[in-house]
């Protein structure tokens, strides 16, 4: 922070009257409004002298090319922080938040997201013919390296995150046709990387452009695929096409290409942003449990879904694996909006399952000190719904005390949670294998608030491998 005020007071004569600490996002870096009576800066505070380089020398050649971007005020001598233009707190992905909700875009609407991305291949030729690439961080171009981290980014971070088993040879087998049709074409362009509304600031009538650090030499459909693409955003059918008409009328200055074959393209690209947005999804939001990353999951696995509908080039493992998580109930979509109660059984031995909501309340129920069926061999292979089972826990364990003293707890909060609209509880059963006292006690509970509270239940017995939901209204 101090170097911060430093560098404010070489360009103004005087430290920041006020300093205010802005939302990063998804950024490590850490943002401040530096302020005094008559102009404001943004300051930035970053975590890679690599990546700040590549941000102000890309930046500098946005504005060289005729390109709106913040300029650069000053940057300290270790390249870890800098000062830049402040354009204000509205993106264009603000702007347009009405016109989302409401599902109506306006004519300026339309005009504002055609100005910008015909202002796309301005910046993919412009800027690709003026920067020095070596300097883009972390890597220089889209090659094998660069789309093998985002496949793999979608597998690990979500992929593996939603508890569904994956046949790993069949799918490298389709990343690897995936990776040879993306790097097809590359032009000596440059790929933003990053090129969506959240990242387009709306500042004095005209758009300017921010986050592009990630950028490398790369083909011109990624870009297009991330902007007309953007899960969020939630586009209509006539505005998508327009943005293409206004981008391709654009891309004519630099490039002849048939309209035909760049949508056929552009589908194949946007496969793969969906994919690298679902890896996004996965890290910031079911492992860092953040919900805003959480709420957009069931669209974009929709889209992507479609996407592979439409794509010319046959990935049916790739497509089947998606077919099937979305129909996971942590993952559809729909219009209700009540309460939803997630119950689930586990086995102590693979760990308490995350709660995905971003909620992290709710209930963790440990079945272990009920006497075990699994101890006798006539057990072993069965579980807690085979009628074997329910009668040894009803005749031979304290399961009926358990319960009532667990849907006492569980009332009460369905209850208030009801009461005040809350929209999301989970409750988690674990035993010793996740198979017998666990899942007798999640299908009870279950049962128990479906009957009484009317609200839906979703139930997952993950070492079952069985799930279904139960909606009562």
Known sequence: MEILKELYKTERGEYPKTITKLSGDGSNRCYYRLSSEDISYIGVAGVSKEENSAFITIANTFNECGIDAPKIIGVSQDMMHYIQEDLGDD??????????????????????????????????????????????????????????????????????????????????????????????????????????????????DKPYFIDFQGGRRGPIYYDVASFVGQTRAKYSEEIYKKMIDAYLESLSKYKCIDKECFIERLNIFRVFRLLQTLGAYGYRGLFEHKKAFIDPIPLTLAQLYNSLENCNIELPYLKSTINEIKELPRFKSDDYKGLTVDIMSFSFHRGIPDDYSGNGGGFVFDCRAIHNPGRYAEYKKLN??????????????????????????????????????????????????????????????????????????????????????????
């Open 91 to 204: 993106s264009l992905f603000t702007i347009l938040k009405e016109s989302r909700e409401c599902g109506v875009f306006s004519e300026d609407d339309s005009e504002k997201l055609c100005r910008v991305m015909g202002l796309l291949a301005d910046i993919q030729f412009k800027v690709g013919e003026k920067l020095n690439f070596d300097i883009c961080y972390p890597i220089a171009e889209f090659d094998k390296t660069s789309v093998f981290w985002d496949l793999n980014y979608f597998k690990y971070c979500f992929l593996k995150n939603t508890s569904i088993e994956i046949d790993e040879p069949r799918l490298e087998v389709e990343f690897s046709i995936l990776c040879d049709i993306l790097l097809e074409e590359n032009d000596n362009t440059f790929l933003y990387r990053d090129f969506q509304s959240r990242n387009v600031m709306w500042h004095n």
């Open 384 to 473: 807690g719904m085979d009628a074997p089972v329910i009668e040894f826990l009803e005749r031979e364990s304290n399961i009926a005390e358990f319960l009532d003293s667990a849907y006492y707890m569980v009332d009460n909060m369905v209850d208030t949670y009801m009461k005040r609209g809350f929209t999301h509880i989970q409750i988690c059963c674990g035993c010793t294998g996740g198979q017998h006292r666990s899942v007798y006690s999640a299908e009870h509970i279950a049962r128990h608030i479906a009957e009484k509270f009317g609200v839906r239940v979703n139930v997952n017995h993950i070492m079952l491998n069985r799930s279904y939901t139960i909606q009562e209204r």
